[in-house]
């Protein structure tokens, strides 16, 4: 039987991001199966497929933005992510951080980078304006900021997190979170299963326990 798979398609600025990750983590290490996290630029994908933030996307349709925040308070309670906090400068501009991000996976620790980072965002409200107070956070989690930084500056890194994001789409992904599950009873088939949304938890265990 083929290796349990998760992989999910990741940006800093999406709180859902944050909100699947633990939950997710922790239904990955139930199940026995890998969790790779594959950078990608949310803004680029929006252009690319016509999408737009809830929020905006929303607006003008009464009541359903409020029930969206009903439903994230709802599923903060049920995993117990009671330290979320809006980042006060949502929604901020992501691509360095992505790029930080491609580049630490380079090196196989792109999800130290999202354990260091998450926190550090959607919880103390660090200051993505302030380089120092980024550099520290990054330094922090083990990493070397200023090696990270340069990379992201790279042609390298810039044309991986572009080609992540123009495959994400083409693999029909259209915002965060998606995540796409290999399981055995994927063996054979053409493509794995695709499942957008924080509130797919259960489906996705569903896939990874074959059903």
């Known amino acids: 039987m ?42 680029g994908m929006h252009r690319l497929t016509g999408n737009a933030p809830p929020m905006i996307r929303d607006a003008e349709v009464k009541g359903k933005n409020e029930y ?12 117990g992510l009671t330290r979320f906090r809006m980042h006060p400068q949502f929604p901020f501009n992501s691509i360095t951080l992505q790029r930080m991000l491609f580049a630490a996976g380079e090196d196989g620790r792109g999800a130290a980078f999202v354990d260091t980072m998450l926190p550090a965002i959607w919880e103390e409200g660090l ?3 302030d380089h120092e ?8 989690g083990g990493f070397d900021a200023g090696d990270l930084l ?8 810039k044309d991986g997190l572009a080609a992540n994001t123009d495959e994400a ?8 979170p998606t995540v796409f599950v290999e399981s055995g009873a994927d063996a054979g088939t053409s493509a ?4 957008f949304g924080k509130e797919r938890l259960g489906q996705i265990d569903e896939a990874l326990a074959g059903k």
């Open 2 to 43: 083929m290796a349990q798979r998760i992989e999910l398609l990741f940006d800093f600025v999406s709180p859902n991001a944050y909100l699947i990750w633990q939950p997710l983590r922790d239904l990955a290490e139930r199940a026995g199966a890998r969790l790779d996290v594959t950078a990608v630029f949310l803004a």
């Open 68 to 79: 969206a925040a009903l439903e994230m308070r709802r599923f903060i309670a049920r995993h």
């Open 127 to 129: 200051d993505l304006t």
């Open 133 to 140: 107070q980024v550099a520290g956070a990054i330094a922090a």
């Open 150 to 157: 340069a990379r992201a500056a790279t042609s390298k890194v």
């Open 169 to 176: 789409v083409a693999r029909g992904a259209f915002g965060i």
């Open 192 to 195: 794995p299963r695709m499942f």
